[in-house]
Structure formats: structure tokens, C-alpha cells
């Protein structure tokens, strides 16, 4: 249970698993004290010493003690002389806010927040902290929820004008985190296109350090999240704490360690290309971030991430439903293709027990390669001579659902759209637009482009009888500039952009509940948490090699659970590496996710086509636990030859282990892996092998797996207890 004690000095905030705790200092200074495991009492007394002693060892006179204090929500500039949260600039073009307590209340459950993503739930209660600068006329509140069943925070700020005048905001974090101890590793996810969210770990070191992104998406390169963990915490155990913010543009998360060994944990809207005009009477409000601690290693601390995942963030028919397996037709055709050929893939894909057949890129316009008809989104007759219709008609009497490839945030310079609407895209006047992939990019903070993006996916899912929308997005920001924003404001496009898409996709998930939404962005380049709550799930990398795929996916869950990863087995050799795996290894992998095809499966052979169709049968009956089980990593690609883990049942009857070797080696041994989250006490039965393991033996003695000869080699095994 939750519970919030407020006491005149202390605000308290505890569920079964953490607790949070601020301290309001002499002057009303809202000062960090803790984070972390659930404390039964809080006398802030040694903490307070701890950095009182500090400011006296600087020499520091008096009024700089605030550079030695841990602050909730700092701005610099006035006591405090580090990086703040907040930069305000008031109506004399002074730059430094103080924020100082007003009133703490407390309220049931979770507010939402306008226009932005965020996580809810009734199983909580939220702590709304005022504070107030009187100087320049600035409010701010502070939100603060925990949910009973997360080990974890989640929190925002609401800036309001009450001066007569218009204030700036040129940075407000969404999370500052302060530490009195920096003795962590930092683990950040970068990567590129088709490699996708590699793990980095480094000790913290002096100054700043981190991961950001200023290309108006969250971005194939970095991840909008952070984790600390101490230097000797592994995935099974050790401390760890994570923070993921719910946003999908660009952003900041930094860690800025001082000379006094403090910690300070930043993450929030990047500022580079961020500022925000706050009118008098105006309000604007922070992404919100989520922020979660586990003393069970790393693998404990996805566990919370996935719960908010699951509980708190994934809405609509499809939160907890089976999701289709689908096969989607672009690794199959590219763009070369006609009604005729789809029909073929379909029929075969039925046959084998495919549910969702997936038309890709290219049905539209006249759009033959990469370099035409973005925004132009009329089907082309060309390919498609009886229509969009004729053709889902067709799919759905096979017994298949249907799903529909969209660009709709983009633009082609070659297009009719782009004819009529050159301001539609995001340019500067006088500069050449840079393309990337031949397109540009829609204004998306324009009524009139929201409109346009939003009629143009809802007429088709009105009329066509659409099942599943994958929604995609393939280039980054530059020429950045909005053809109706005033010059002051152009710094807020950014943020608008972002805010006029999650207003057009509230719309349609609302009006279409029975849509299956995929979230892509050139693969995982917008696998972020503001996505996943408007869509459940995301198309985790463009790359479908089994063995990259292992790493991908493995560093994907440490925030992500498997229901969130769109994942499917490919053609041979792959598209993207080269390489030749098994059919039953790419199955494996891929059905630790939103299991799928990507090839026309006519090309398979009579022997690969049947263990297609018994990979289909193995997880329609296994699917439940695959998608929304617990999930745990055992092994890890990042460290050796091997990747395991393991999807456990909520009642611990049923698991899914699969273990992948990327090269053979002779005169290795097969491993014996400890498994992590079943029952001690059951007794398992590995279907594969017909053997029997009590939980407590394959927890603590590990299972020893034999791999099948040669490269790329896995087992995939299911495991079943009886129920009390
Ligand atoms: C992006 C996506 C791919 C595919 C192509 C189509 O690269 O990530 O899955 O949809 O676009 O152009």
C-alpha cells in the first residue's frame, strides 16, 4: 500500500517496496533526501550533517551552503552554482529561479497529464508539492506518484506564469536525482541503424556524462533512459536504480558527478533546441519520467520497468491480448510487387496459420523505390487495380486479418502533397532543405498538418477494413523551422511537433480501439515509453539477423518486456548481415517478442515450410507466457558466446527458455544454466526432453542444455509444473 506522511519538515513518500523522501530546508528550500529501499523511519539528521560538513570543508560562506544541498528541483545560478533542472528567464532577461515550498496536498490515484503520455493507474496515490518564486512570479508543482506495485516513482513539473509578464522556460528536466555517493556504473543503450540500443557500462567519472538526442525523435543513436548500478551488481543481484522517460523527441539524461563525490541524475527535454514562451496565466508541463530501484540486480530493476509497462502505460484491446502473428511482405517484395503476388503470400501464410497479413511500403502513390509520393496516401492502381478493398476482401476471407504500412509524418519533395503545400514541411526559408532518404518532414505542430496526417490514416481505416497500422518514421530533424511559429517561439517546435503527434494518435487510437497500432521508426528508432502508450507495441530493429537480434533484444528488455518488441523470422541469407541461421534458431528468437514472418514463405522448402507451421502451433499455445510473462536474462551476448533467457507464467506453471550459441567451438562444454523465476518448490517437466527439475534445482544447479552442431545453434524448451 501506499502512503504518503506529511510531516512539517518531511515529506514522505512509501509503498511496500521503496521510499521516496523530501525535506523542506530553513526558507522553504525543497531539498533531495532519498531514494530507495522502503525506509520504516526518516530522521534526516546524519544526511543533513553529511553535507552541512561538506559546505564547511568548501569554505563556503554561508548563503552557498545550497551549491552542497541536495535539491529537488534545483535552478543554478543563485546559492546553488552547479547545472539546475530549471532555467527561467524573466521579464529583465535574468535567467535564475528559486523555487521555494508553499503547501504539500496529496491525491488518490494518478492525474493525467495534458497533451503528453503518461503512466496511470488507481492502485496509487500522487504527492503535489507547490512551490513558488516570488521574485519573478513563477509556480511550479511538482508531481510525485507511486504506484502499490512498483518499486519505483514516477514524476513531472507544471510551470505556471502568475507575473504580468511573459516568462521563458529555456529548460525544465523532467527528473534531477541527487546522489550523495557516486560510486555507480552507468549503463546507457546507443547504436545506428540495424544495431540498435547496444549496452555501455563505465564507472562514473568526474563531471558530466550520458546520452541525448536533438533529432526530434528519440533516435536510432541514443535511448531517452539511464540506469546506475554499483560496480558489483549483476543481472541476479546488487543494487540498481533506472530512469525512462515517457517522451518521444529529443532529450537529455544526464549524470554530473561534483568534486565532493555528489551525484546529480538529470533527464528531460533537451534544451539545445528546446524554450517555451509561458504567457502570464499560462501553464506547461514536463514529460513525465519513471524512475525505478531494485536491490536484485539488474534483471530486478527490468522487472519494474516492465510492471509500469504492463499496468500502467500499455492501453486498449491489445494490452494483455494475444497479439496476431503476422507476416509482413517487405523483406518478401520491397516495392516490386502487384495484387496478385500479395494474394499468393497470403494464401500460403493462411495456410501455415499466419493471422495478420501485413502490406508494407509502397501501395501508394506512384511509389516504386524510395524517392516518390510520401503524403500522397491514394492507392496506386497501378499495383493495385480493384483497390485497397478488393484486396483486404480478398486477405480477410482467407481467415487473415489485414494491416497497412503508413509514413504519415513525412513528406516526398516528389508529390502532389508537397506541390501544393510547400510549407507544410519543416524548412527555413532561403536554406536548401537536406533530405534524408529523399523526404522531408511535416510540420507536425500545425493544426492544418494534423488534420491532413489524421485524415488521410483514418479514411483508410474507415473504408478499407484495416486491422493493424505499423507506423513508421525514417528521418531525423534539420532545417529546423516552422513556417507560422514568430521568430521567439521557433525554439519550441520541437516540442510541439511532438505534441501535435501524440494529439493526432490520441485521436485515432480513440476513434479506432479495435486497431492494432506498431510503433517503428527505421527500425527501434522511437522505441521509447511515449510510444508505447499510444501503441502497444514497436518494431524493435530493421535488422533480422537471429544473432544480432539476440543482443538487440536482450538490451531492449532492460526496460521493454516482450510483449513491446516486434520481432520476426527472415529470409536467408539475411538481408541485412549476410548470414545463414536455422529456421528453428530466427524462430526462437523472434518468439521472445510479437512473433512474425518476413519473407514470402513460397520460397521455403517442403522441410522449412512445416517447421514454419509447427513454430505457429508452438506459439498460439505458448503465447500468453511468451508475450506477457515474467521475463529474466540469463546469459548475455554482451559478455560471451552465449544469450539465454526465460519467460515464466504469472503462476508459475508454465516457462519458455531458449538459449542461442553464436559460434561453435570445439572442445567447449554445453552450459549449465541457472534459471531465474520459478517456483523452488514445483516440480518442472522440459516437454522436449521429458526430464523433471525441481524450480530449486534449475534455480540453483542450472540446466544443462545440448546444442544443436554448428554456428548459430539454439533449443527453445518448455517447461510446465502442475498447478497446486
Ligand atoms: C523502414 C522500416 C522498415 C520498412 C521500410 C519501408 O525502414 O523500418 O521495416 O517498413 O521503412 O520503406
Known amino acids: 500500500m501506499t502512503e504518503i506522511l506529511l510531516t512539517e519538515k518531511l515529506l514522505h513518500l512509501r509503498n511496500d517496496h521503496v ?107 500522487t504527492l503535489l508539492v507547490h512551490l513558488k518564486d516570488e521574485c519573478i512570479g513563477l509556480e511550479a508543482t511538482l508531481s510525485y506518484t507511486l504506484f502499490d506495485d512498483v518499486a519505483g516513482v514516477v514524476r513531472h513539473a507544471s510551470l505556471r506564469n502568475v507575473s504580468g509578464s511573459d516568462l521563458v522556460i529555456e529548460r525544465a528536466y523532467s527528473l534531477c536525482l541527487e546522489m550523495p555517493d557516486s560510486r555507480y556504473d552507468l549503463i546507457t543503450l546507443s547504436g545506428a541503424w540495424s ?118 502505460l500499455v492501453r486498449g484491446k491489445y494490452a494483455k491480448a494475444p497479439r496476431p502473428i503476422l507476416l509482413n511482405n517487405w523483406e518478401a517484395t520491397y516495392f516490386g510487387f502487384n495484387e496478385e503476388k500479395l494474394l499468393k503470400i497470403a494464401r500460403t501464410a493462411a495456410d501455415v496459420g499466419v493471422e495478420l497479413f501485413v502490406l508494407d511500403d509502397g501501395w501508394f502513390g506512384k511509389r516504386d523505390d524510395d524517392t516518390t ?48 503545400h510547400p510549407d507544410w514541411a519543416i524548412h527555413i526559408p532561403g536554406r536548401e532543405p537536406v533530405q534524408q532518404r ?56 520541437p516540442h510541439r511537433y511532438m505534441l501535435g503527434l501524440y494529439r493526432v494518435l490520441e485521436r485515432l487510437v480513440n476513434e479506432f480501439p479495435e486497431v492494432l497500432f506498431e510503433s517503428c521508426s527505421s527500425g527501434g528508432g522511437r522505441f521509447d515509453m511515449g510510444m508505447l502508450y499510444y501503441m502497444p507495441q514497436t518494431w524493435t530493429s530493421d535488422n533480422t539477423d537471429a544473432l544480432c537480434r539476440c543482443q538487440i533484444q536482450y538490451s531492449t528488455s532492460l526496460v521493454f518486456p516482450p510483449f513491446a518488441m516486434g520481432s520476426h523470422v527472415s529470409a536467408v541469407p539475411n538481408h541485412q548481415t549476410g548470414r545463414i541461421t536455422p529456421i528453428e534458431t530466427r524462430g526462437n528468437v523472434a518468439m521472445s517478442g510479437c512473433f512474425g514472418y518476413e519473407l514470402d514463405l513460397n520460397t521455403l522448402s517442403a522441410d522449412d515450410l512445416e517447421k514454419v507451421r509447427q513454430q505457429i502451433a508452438r506459439v498460439k499455445k505458448l503465447r500468453q507466457t511468451l508475450l506477457y510473462g515474467d521475463f529474466h536474462r540469463l546469459l548475455s551476448p554482451y559478455e560471451g558466446n552465449d544469450t539465454a533467457w526465460i519467460t515464466v507464467s504469472p503462476d508459475k506453471c508454465e516457462a519458455v527458455f531458449m538459449l542461442t550459441r553464436a559460434l561453435a567451438k570445439s572442445g567447449t562444454y554445453p552450459p549449465l544454466v541457472r534459471l531465474r523465476g520459478l517456483d523452488a518448490e514445483k516440480v518442472y517437466t522440459v516437454a522436449e526432453t521429458g526430464e523433471s527439475y525441481t524450480g530449486s534445482e534449475l534455480m540453483n544447479l542450472g540446466l544443462c542444455v545440448r546444442l544443436p552442431w554448428g554456428d548459430a545453434a539454439s533449443v527453445s524448451l518448455t517447461l510446465t509444473a502442475r498447478a497446486e
Not at 561538506?54 to 534545483?74: K, S, V
Not at 499560462?282 to 524512475?291: G, I, M, R
Not at 498538418?449 to 513508421?472: F, P
Not at 518514421?473 to 525554439?491: C, H, V
Open 19 to 125: 521510499s521516496y523522501v523530501i525535506g523542506i530546508l530553513e526558507g522553504g528550500v525543497p531539498a533531495h533526501l532519498y531514494f530507495g529501499k522502503r525506509l520504516e523511519g526518516m530522521n534526516p539528521a546524519s544526511l543533513l550533517r553529511h553535507y552541512d560538513l561538506r559546505a564547511d570543508g568548501a569554505w563556503q560562506p554561508h548563503n552557498c551552503a545550497l551549491d552542497h544541498t541536495p535539491h529537488e528541483y534545483p535552478s543554478h545560478g543563485l546559492g546553488d552554482l552547479r547545472e539546475g533542472a530549471l532555467t527561467v528567464r524573466a521579464a529583465d532577461g535574468t535567467r535564475s529561479a528559486d523555487l521555494r515550498f508553499v503547501s504539500a496536498e496529496v491525491v488518490e490515484g494518478k492525474p493525467g497529464i495534458p497533451g503528453l503520455p503518461a503512466t496511470f493507474g488507481d492502485n496509487g496515490r
Open 195 to 312: 544495431r540498435e540500443r547496444e549496452m555501455f557500462r563505465r564507472p562514473l567519472v568526474m563531471g558530466e556524462q550520458g546520452v541525448s538526442s536533438l533529432k526530434g525523435a528519440t533516435s536510432l543513436h541514443a535511448s531517452n533512459m539511464l540506469f546506475l548500478c554499483r560496480p558489483e551488481t549483476t543481472e541476479a543481484q546488487g543494487e540498481a536504480i533506472g530512469a525512462a522517460l515517457v517522451y518521444s523527441g529529443n532529450f537529455k539524461a544526464s549524470v554530473h558527478v561534483d568534486p565532493a563525490r555528489n551525484c546529480r541524475v538529470f533527464l528531460g527535454l533537451n534544451d539545445v533546441d528546446f524554450s517555451w514562451t509561458l504567457n502570464p496565466g499560462a501553464t506547461f508541463d514536463t514529460p513525465e519520467a519513471v524512475t525505478v530501484y531494485s536491490d536484485a540486480g539488474l534483471d530486478g530493476m527490468s522487472a519494474q520497468f516492465h510492471r509500469v509497462c504492463a499496468e500502467h
Open 373 to 420: 509520393s510520401l503524403g500522397d496516401w491514394f492507392v496506386d492502381t497501378a499495383k493495385l487495380p480493384n483497390g485497397m478493398k478488393h484486396l483486404t476482401d480478398q486477405v480477410h476471407a482467407m481467415g487473415l486479418k489485414f494491416g497497412l504500412w503508413f509514413e504519415p509524418e513525412m513528406v516526398s519533395p516528389k508529390s502532389k502533397l508537397y506541390e501544393a
Open 438 to 493: 529523399q523526404q522531408l518532414t511535416l510540420d507536425m505542430s500545425r493544426e492544418d498538418v494534423q488534420d491532413y496526417v489524421y485524415d488521410c490514416v483514418a479514411r483508410h481505416l474507415r473504408e478499407d477494413g484495416i486491422d493493424y497500422v505499423k507506423w513508421d518514421m525514417n528521418r531525423n530533424f534539420s532545417n529546423i523551422g516552422s513556417a507560422l511559429l514568430p521568430a521567439e517561439r521557433q525554439k519550441e517546435l
